[in-house]
């Protein structure tokens, strides 16, 4: 099945998803901007860190919670809330990854996709 083009703009869903993350107290979130990386899956990769299982599920949730509030729009798929090591949340336009600490370390996802352009965010506690 084909991946649907959101209606609204992936800047706006962006700045949405870190807004639901930082209400959580997330940790080390990188926003990468892969728009002018050619044939990138997504336009932005939101990659955040919890401190438990428990964190990055409540992470996730306030994500859906803050896009379907604000947005009116819902995940094209999650993946990864069984086991909340590292839960997938695609939006087709961004592309959110949430992780335990450890798994975040091992797999440097901000290291795969080097030649985007890298933005830390502040955390907001």
């Given at each position: 099945?084909?991946?649907?083009?959101?209606?609204?703009?992936?800047?706006?869903?962006?700045?949405?998803?870190?807004?639901?993350?930082?209400?959580?107290?997330?940790?080390?979130?990188?926003?990468?901007?892969?728009?002018?990386?050619?044939?990138?899956?997504?336009?932005?990769?939101?990659?955040?860190?919890?401190?438990?299982?428990?964190?990055?599920?409540?992470?996730?949730?306030?994500?859906?919670?803050e896009t379907l509030k604000n947005l009116k729009e819902k995940p094209f798929s999650v993946e990864g809330v069984q086991n909340a090591e590292w839960v997938l949340i695609d939006y087709v336009d961004v592309v959110v990854h949430i992780f335990l600490r450890?798994?975040?370390?091992?797999?440097?996802?901000?290291?795969?996709?080097?030649?985007?352009?890298?933005?830390?965010?502040?955390?907001?506690?």
């Amino acid at each position: 099945m084909a991946k649907k083009k959101t209606s609204i703009s992936s800047k706006k869903l962006k700045d949405v998803i870190v807004h639901g993350v930082q209400e959580k107290k997330a940790e080390r979130i990188s926003v990468l901007d892969l728009r002018k990386i050619p044939n990138a899956v997504a336009d932005y990769f939101v990659i955040c860190q919890g401190n438990s299982d428990t964190q990055v599920k409540s992470i996730a949730d306030s994500v859906q919670d803050e896009t379907l509030k604000n947005l009116k729009e819902k995940p094209f798929s999650v993946e990864g809330v069984q086991n909340a090591e590292w839960v997938l949340i695609d939006y087709v336009d961004v592309v959110v990854h949430i992780f335990l600490r450890d798994l975040r370390d091992f797999y440097t996802l901000e290291e795969l996709w080097g030649d985007a352009k890298i933005e830390e965010i502040e955390s907001t506690y």
